[in-house]
Antibody, heavy 119, light 108 residues
Framework: QVTLRESGPALVKPTQTLTLTCTFSGFSLSTSGMCVNWIRQPPGKALEWLALIDWDDDKYYSTSLKTRLTISKDTSKNQVVLTMTNMDPVDTATYYC???????????WGQGTTVTVSS | SYELTQPPSVSVSPGQTARITCSGDALPKKYAYWYQQKSGQAPVLVIYEDSKRPSGIPERFSGSRSGTMATLTISGAQVEDEADYYCYSTDSNGNTWVFGGGTKVTVL
C-alpha cells in the first residue's frame, strides 16, 4: 500500500523559512520513473504545483517560485523535503505531496498539511 | 509563465452529461491529466494521458484532447460527482507543470 504523509509547522512568521517533510512508504524513489511532487492550495483557491524531484535526483520548480524553493530527498529514509524561504501571509495554504509515476500521473496524494503565515 | 484555462463552473442535472474544457498552448503536444477534489479532501486522479482511467474510476468519466483543448466528460453525472475538477499538464519544455484554475461541477 502506497502512502504519503506531510509534516511540518502549522504556523510560521513572515520572512521565516518553511521546511516541510514528505514521508512515504510502499514505493522507492530509487525506481526509474518515480517522482515526488509538492503542490499547495490556498484556502478557497486552486491547486498550485510547486516542485518535483525524480529518481535520478533531477529537480524542477514552479517558474514563479523557483527562487524561493529547494527540494531534496533522502532515499534511505523515504523522505522528500521542501524548503520555502521568505514566507508571506499569501503563502498560507494546505501543502500536499504526491507520488508521480513514469506515466506522469500523480496517483497517490498525502492528506495535506495546513500552514498559516502570520506574525 | 504557462497557463491552463478552465471555465469556473459547470452545472448539470443528474443523469445528464457534463463537459469540462481545458485550454493551453502546449496541449497539442502534451498530455492532459484530470483531478477531482471534493470538499475538504485531497485530489484524486480521474484521467491520465488524456483519456485513460485509473483503476476504480467509474466508466462515466472519460477524457479527450484535440488541438489546444482537453475535455473531461462525465456521462450520466451523479450527485456524488459534485466536486472541483482540475486539469494538469506541462509546458512545451516538459519541465514546468501547472494546474488549471479549476471548475466547480454542480449536479442538481
Amino acid at each position: 500500500q502506497v502512502t504519503l504523509r506531510e509534516s511540518g509547522p502549522a504556523l510560521v512568521k513572515p520572512t521565516q523559512t518553511l521546511t516541510l517533510t514528505c514521508t512515504f512508504s510502499g514505493f522507492s524513489l530509487s525506481t526509474s520513473g518515480m517522482c515526488v511532487n509538492w503542490i499547495r492550495q490556498p484556502p478557497g483557491k486552486a491547486l498550485e504545483w510547486l516542485a518535483l524531484i525524480d529518481w535520478d535526483d533531477d529537480k524542477y520548480y514552479s517558474t514563479s517560485l523557483k527562487t524561493r524553493l529547494t527540494i531534496s530527498k533522502d532515499t534511505s529514509k523515504n523522505q522528500v523535503v521542501l524548503t520555502m524561504t521568505n514566507m508571506d501571509p499569501v503563502d498560507t495554504a494546505t501543502y500536499y505531496c504526491a507520488r508521480r509515476m513514469a506515466n506522469y500521473a500523480m496517483d497517490v496524494w498525502g492528506q495535506g498539511t495546513t500552514v498559516t503565515v502570520s506574525s | 509563465s504557462y497557463e491552463l484555462t478552465q471555465p469556473p463552473s459547470v452545472s448539470v442535472s443528474p443523469g445528464q452529461t457534463a463537459r469540462i474544457t481545458c485550454s493551453g498552448d502546449a496541449l497539442p503536444k502534451k498530455y492532459a491529466y484530470w483531478y477531482q477534489q471534493k470538499s475538504g479532501q485531497a485530489p484524486v486522479l480521474v484521467i491520465y494521458e488524456d483519456s485513460k482511467r485509473p483503476s476504480g474510476i467509474p466508466e462515466r468519466f472519460s477524457g479527450s484532447r484535440s488541438g489546444t483543448m482537453a475535455t473531461l466528460t462525465i456521462s450520466g453525472a451523479q450527485v456524488e460527482d459534485e466536486a472541483d475538477y482540475y486539469c494538469y499538464s506541462t509546458d512545451s519544455n516538459g519541465n514546468t507543470w501547472v494546474f488549471g484554475g479549476g471548475t466547480k461541477v454542480t449536479v442538481l
